[in-house]
């Protein structure tokens, strides 16, 4: 499977990933544990597929510390130790809310419950933002066909506002 299009190349995807990555920046600068974002937006991403997204979440998360076990684990967090009970209602938020069309009801109730008790309204608020805005991200990485394996973390940094 080759790249269908490079969005980086054009004038329109570009200004378009340059606005996307300064919305990222408010849930990076928000008090929503950076491990945790990480974590969300990697499961977000297996979830659709996006190898090029599973690659950039894979290497930040690993460039800031996170361990490989915890990785290697993300996509089978239910049957796993490694994870706090805050980050599993997390993952659980992220699964519901990116399998929309699966669960019918979306978030369930219980879910949101479990993330209200560990997620004060700023942490929620970066939470649901990560969540959609990865689910995007994911739609337009798969949609174009771009391939995980070159990324290096912080490579879009001179992107941020």
Same mark, same amino acid.
């Given at each position: &499977?080759?790249?269908?299009?490079?969005?980086?190349?054009?004038?329109?995807?570009?200004?378009?990933?340059?606005?996307?990555?300064?919305?990222?920046?408010?849930?990076?600068?928000?008090?929503?544990?950076?491990?945790?974002?990480?974590?969300?937006?990697?499961?977000?991403?297996?979830?659709?597929?996006?190898?090029?997204?599973?690659? &950039?979440?894979?290497?930040? *998360?690993? *460039? *800031? +510390?996170?361990?490989?076990?915890?990785?290697?684990?993300v996509a089978a967090w239910r049957e796993s130790t490694v994870f706090?009970?805050?980050?599993?209602?997390?993952?659980?938020?992220?699964?519901?809310?990116?399998?929309?069309?699966?669960?019918?009801?979306?978030?369930?109730?219980?879910?949101?419950?479990?993330?209200?008790?560990?997620?004060?309204?700023?942490?929620?608020?970066?939470?649901?933002?990560?969540?959609?805005?990865?689910? *995007?991200?994911?739609?337009? +990485?798969?949609?174009?066909?771009?391939? +995980?394996?070159?990324?290096?973390?912080?490579?879009?940094? +001179? &992107?941020?506002?």
């Amino acid at each position: &499977m080759d790249t269908r299009f490079d969005m980086f190349a054009n004038e329109i995807g570009m200004k378009f990933a340059k606005r996307f990555a300064n919305a990222g920046t408010v849930i990076h600068r928000s008090p929503l544990p950076r491990s945790t974002q990480e974590l969300v937006a990697l499961r977000v991403s297996q979830i659709n597929g996006c190898g090029w997204c599973i690659d &950039m979440h894979t290497k930040e *998360a690993a *460039a *800031a +510390g996170e361990t490989a076990v915890r990785l290697h684990l993300v996509a089978a967090w239910r049957e796993s130790t490694v994870f706090t009970e805050a980050e599993r209602a997390a993952l659980a938020l992220a699964e519901e809310g990116t399998r929309l069309a699966d669960a019918g009801q979306g978030v369930s109730d219980g879910t949101w419950d479990r993330v209200r008790e560990h997620y004060d309204d700023d942490r929620l608020a970066a939470l649901v933002s990560l969540v959609a805005l990865v689910n *995007a991200a994911n739609r337009i +990485g798969v949609i174009v066909h771009q391939r +995980g394996g070159a990324y290096e973390p912080g490579m879009f940094d +001179g &992107m941020l506002d």
